[in-house]
């Protein structure tokens, strides 16, 4: 009796659970078909087995997988690629590509290095100078040589600090014992304003320079660069005597794409043998010539040249002397047009 009753009750269970079954794919269908696929969807189980079969795909040849790794790349760290989510942390830094090694690496050229107490290998002490008082005091920070070192012969403006002025100054040096060669950054601030910003090496203008202001509308902003190579424009065009490029032969200076700056150019020796003014391409002002030894002074001839490019004359000798500094020749005749040089005749 009791088997009977169990055995009827299997069958009551088996016949309600076809009727369910039967009902809910009633619900889900209403043409033998999944509403799913009648959306045009897919389930989260045929999107896993897509993914399993790209990436199977992927590793079955080189070419395959730098092709779905450079896609994941393309997308972006963290955004789903062929290879689902790609982190990029763990691959190559070229992905098998031909990147030259200089594209990655920092260029040791223009770095520059600079510690509290060293530039470019060189000792240095840090100085702060104050320049007037109230809101208008103008303030230098800057850096200056431990040990004095003769700048370049080829460079015509030194910057140094004279301790006892308490003036950065760019004029000749005769007497080393009071002369600090500024080596290093270099700031200026007027107030709380940075208004100009660079650096020196061994006097001179290195690297990139900035100079910050106010425009006619009252906006601070950057308003002038200029980028050096150790006094000279970075873009200047220099020829040597030796292979080494130690001896300098010419400086053409070169600024945006036009000549335009102070020219020099040098005996074998290294003393300077004449300097002038271009203005695109063109002698502006005073040029001077020098002889290369010389016991009473070493000018040689002053010659003048129009003001500025756009003026149309012909530049004429101002004076000549001998090495022994007598004069031999002054051009009375000429308007006195000259344009003092910065620098003191030799």
Known sequence: MRKTFLILGGCLLTLGWQSLQAQTDSLLTSSKAPLIEKSGRKTVLDELNEKKNKIRQAFTSKENFKKAALEGVSAGAGVSSPLGELNTDGLPADLGLKVSGKSRKKNKKTANKFSRDSYEGVSITHITNRLGSGDKVTVEEFFVLKTYEA?????RDIHWFDYKAHRILTTPIKDKAYAQILHGPYRRFKGDHLEEEGYYYMGSKHGRWERYGRDVDGDEGLM??????????????????DAAKTKIKEVIPKMHGHYTGLYRSFYEGGQLKEEGNMDDSVRVKLWREYHQFGSGGRTKRDVQYGIDKYEQTEPFVLREYDNRGKLLYENKNKPKKEEEQTSERF
């Open 224 to 241: 002038d660069k200029q980028i050096y190579d150790k006094g000279f424009p970075h873009e200047s065009e220099i020829t040597y005597y």
């Open 151 to 155: 700048p370049s012969v080829y460079v």
